[in-house]
T-cell receptor
Framework: GQNIDQPTEMTATEGAIVQINCTYQTSGFNGLFWYQQHAGEAPTFLSYNVLDGLEEKGRFSSFLSRSKGYSYLLLKELQMKDSASYLCASMDSNYQLIWGAGTKLIIKP | EPEVTQTPSHQVTQMGQEVILRCVPISNHLYFYWYRQILGQKVEFLVSFYNNEISEKSEIFDDQFSVERPDGSNFTLKIRSTKLEDSAMYFC?????????????FGPGTRLTVL
């Protein structure tokens, strides 16, 4: 079956670093996406990994290990506006996105 | 910057009524999608559309659902006889090419409430 697992909720402090983990099992693999979703809004694209390793984009970095079926999203220098849900999604062999339930990130001052 | 647009932003309907949700994908994109997200739950794939036909659909996309691209710009999702459990946010998305690393861009969503 196809499954994406990520923690339901995490809490972090403004200015700190947080890592959100995701494990995936999909029929085929064409990449791992991270999206940010603020409450009541649409998901917005953050990152894409298809090869093993770390992709850095400003304060956000994403890592992939295909052999382990594992990814993480690293957020540095956290800001209050980073409070949102972070959705992990794997693209399967049909180029369809299989979504995790999302990790709600709460930032405290 | 080009963006996907959706109308209406909110739709309230009575159970059993038909609704049509509208989307205008990004103009040079070729692949279109509908997703739904029940409040507090995960995003769920409904259907993908390419070259004027459905390419993939999920188990959720049963006979009460249909999609159409009536002209060169609009992409619609019709729900023929709404049920209470159809209440959700419905997101349209589009992307330019068939393969990665191309990403899907989401519209702002339509919040459908079935009474």
């Amino acid at each position: 079956g196809q499954n994406i697992d990520q923690p339901t909720e995490m809490t972090a402090t403004e200015g700190a670093i947080v890592q959100i983990n995701c494990t995936y099992q999909t029929s085929g693999f064409n990449g791992l996406f991270w999206y940010q979703q603020h409450a009541g809004e649409a998901p917005t694209f953050l990152s894409y990994n298809v090869l093993d390793g770390l992709e850095e984009k400003g304060r956000f970095s994403s890592f992939l290990s295909r052999s382990k079926g594992y990814s993480y999203l690293l957020l540095k220098e956290l800001q209050m506006k980073d409070s949102a849900s972070y959705l992990c999604a794997s693209m399967d062999s049909n180029y369809q996105l299989i979504w995790g339930a999302g990790t709600k990130l709460i930032i405290k001052p | 910057e080009p963006e996907v647009t959706q109308t209406p932003s909110h739709q309230v309907t009575q159970m059993g009524q038909e609704v049509i949700l509208r989307c205008v994908p990004i103009s040079n994109h070729l692949y279109f999608y509908w997703y739904r997200q029940i409040l507090g739950q995960k995003v769920e794939f409904l259907v993908s559309f390419y070259n004027n036909e459905i390419s993939e659909k999920s188990e959720i996309f049963d006979d009460q659902f249909s999609v159409e691209r009536p002209d060169g710009s609009n992409f619609t999702l019709k729900i023929r006889s709404t049920k209470l459990e159809d209440s959700a946010m419905y997101f349209c998305a589009s992307r330019e090419t068939s393969g990665p690393p191309d990403t899907q861009y989401f519209g702002p969503g339509t919040r459908l409430t079935v009474l």
